[in-house]
Protein backbone atom coordinates (compact mmCIF):
# COMPACT_ATOMS: atom_id res chain seq x y z
CA UNK A 1 0.00 0.00 0.00
CA UNK A 2 2.95 2.36 0.83
CA UNK A 3 4.71 1.63 -2.56
CA UNK A 4 1.38 2.34 -4.96
CA UNK A 5 1.14 5.62 -2.83
CA UNK A 6 4.44 6.66 -3.36
CA UNK A 7 4.85 5.90 -6.95
CA UNK A 8 1.59 7.37 -7.50
CA UNK A 9 3.08 10.85 -5.74
CA UNK A 10 6.06 10.69 -7.42
CA UNK A 11 4.47 10.47 -11.16
CA UNK A 12 2.52 13.02 -10.50
CA UNK A 13 5.22 15.32 -8.88
CA UNK A 14 6.92 14.81 -12.86
CA UNK A 15 3.83 15.62 -14.28
CA UNK A 16 3.93 18.82 -12.23
CA UNK A 17 7.11 19.84 -12.82
CA UNK A 18 7.07 18.97 -16.74
CA UNK A 19 3.97 21.11 -16.87
CA UNK A 20 6.50 23.95 -15.80
CA UNK A 21 9.46 23.67 -17.31
CA UNK A 22 10.10 26.37 -19.46
CA UNK A 23 10.03 25.93 -23.29
CA UNK A 24 12.97 26.90 -25.68
CA UNK A 25 13.24 27.90 -29.47
CA UNK A 26 16.41 27.04 -31.15
CA UNK A 27 16.82 28.82 -34.00
CA UNK A 28 19.95 27.28 -36.39
CA UNK A 29 21.49 29.17 -39.03
CA UNK A 30 24.91 29.11 -41.28
CA UNK A 31 26.67 32.74 -41.08
CA UNK A 32 29.09 32.62 -44.73
CA UNK A 33 31.74 35.41 -44.78
CA UNK A 34 33.74 35.45 -48.04
CA UNK A 35 37.94 35.52 -47.29
CA UNK A 36 39.26 35.34 -50.54
CA UNK A 37 42.09 38.14 -51.41
CA UNK A 38 42.30 39.78 -54.89
CA UNK A 39 45.59 37.06 -55.31
CA UNK A 40 43.17 34.07 -54.22
CA UNK A 41 41.11 34.44 -56.61
CA UNK A 42 43.34 35.11 -59.53
CA UNK A 43 45.11 31.54 -58.36
CA UNK A 44 42.01 29.88 -58.42
CA UNK A 45 41.03 30.94 -61.87
CA UNK A 46 44.69 29.66 -63.66
CA UNK A 47 45.31 27.11 -61.52
CA UNK A 48 44.35 23.60 -61.68
CA UNK A 49 44.96 22.80 -57.84
CA UNK A 50 42.44 25.01 -56.53
CA UNK A 51 43.78 25.53 -53.10
CA UNK A 52 41.64 28.52 -51.37
CA UNK A 53 37.79 28.00 -51.20
CA UNK A 54 37.13 31.52 -50.24
CA UNK A 55 34.32 30.93 -47.66
CA UNK A 56 33.96 30.64 -44.16
CA UNK A 57 31.09 28.94 -42.58
CA UNK A 58 29.78 29.47 -38.61
CA UNK A 59 27.45 27.43 -37.54
CA UNK A 60 25.41 29.62 -34.91
CA UNK A 61 22.36 27.98 -32.74
CA UNK A 62 20.39 30.77 -30.92
CA UNK A 63 18.24 29.47 -27.63
CA UNK A 64 15.53 31.53 -26.71
CA UNK A 65 13.30 31.16 -23.66
CA UNK A 66 9.82 31.87 -23.97
CA UNK A 67 7.65 33.36 -20.78
CA UNK A 68 5.45 30.98 -19.30
CA UNK A 69 2.03 32.41 -19.77
Known amino acids: MKKTIATLLMALA ?4 TTFAQQTVVKKED ?4 T ?3 GQKI ?3 FS ?4 Y ?4 TKH ?5 KV ?3
Open 14 to 17: IGVT
Open 31 to 34: KVKK
Open 36 to 38: TTL
Open 43 to 45: HNT
Open 48 to 51: KHKH
Open 53 to 56: NGTK
Open 60 to 64: VVKVE
Open 67 to 69: PAK
